[in-house]
C-alpha cells in the first residue's frame, strides 16, 4: 500500500513554526530582534510570553549555542582555517549577546509584579517569515547546485533572485514587527489604565 499520509510539518519544513524545538516564542523573538538590541527588554519579555521559566530556557539554550560555537571556532583555529574560527566567533558572539539581552527581559519582568502571561497569537505572521526565510534559503542552494563560483548574493545568475527573496523576507519580518509592536502597546496601554 503506498498512499499518501498527511504529515504536519516538522522543523525542517518551512511551515513549521516551533523553532527547531526551541519553540515558536523564540523563533519569533529571534527574527524581531534583529540586530540584536532591536527589543526593549520589555518588549523581548512580551515576545517570550512574559513567562519567566521560557525566559530562562531560551537563556539557557543560547549560552549551549554560544559554547558550541565557540568551541567549533578553537577547533577550527587548531586545524588552521582561520575563516571558519573567525565565523564561529562571530556566531558565538551573537548567541552569547542575544543570552543578555534575554536576561536584561527577566530582570525587567522581575521588577514588574503581576505582569500577565501573555498569548502567542502570531502564527500567520511567522508562517509567512518563515516561508520567506526558506525562499532565500532556496536561491542560495540553487546557487551551490550551480557550483557557481560567487558568493550567492554577488553572483550574476543568482544574485536578483537572491535579493528579492531576501526582500520579501524583510518585508514579512516588518508585517510581524508591525501586528507584534501594536499588541505590545495594546497590552502596555491595559496594564497603565
Known sequence: MNEEIDMPPGPDHPEDITGYGVGKR????????????TLTPAQVAFA????????????????????????DAAHARRSGDEYAAERDLAESRS??????????????????????F???AFDNEMRAVRLAAWAVADA?????????????????????????RKLAEE???????????????????KRTA
Not at 523564540?26 to 538590541?37: F, W
Not at 517570550?48 to 568551541?71: T, V
Not at 548567541?95 to 536584561?104: F, H
Open 171 to 189: 518585508s514579512e519580518t516588518d508585517r510581524l514587527r508591525s501586528r507584534f509592536l501594536d499588541a505590545f502597546h495594546a497590552s502596555a496601554a
Open 48 to 71: 517570550l510570553g512574559n513567562d519567566p521559566d521560557l525566559i530562562m530556557d531560551s537563556i539557557d539554550h543560547e549560552e549551549e549555542q554560544s559554547g558550541m560555537a565557540a568551541a
Open 118 to 120: 501573555v498569548e502567542f
Open 140 to 164: 542560495y542552494q540553487a546557487c551551490f547546485a550551480d557550483e557557481c563560483d560567487e558568493n550567492p548574493a554577488d553572483c550574476p545568475t543568482h544574485g536578483g533572485l537572491v535579493a528579492a
Open 95 to 116: 548567541w552569547a549577546n542575544s543570552a543578555q539581552t534575554k536576561r536584561e527581559a527577566l530582570n525587567w519582568l522581575t521588577a514588574q509584579a503581576g505582569t500577565p
Open 26 to 37: 523564540h523563533l519569533m523573538a529571534m527574527h524581531l530582534d534583529q540586530p540584536i538590541g
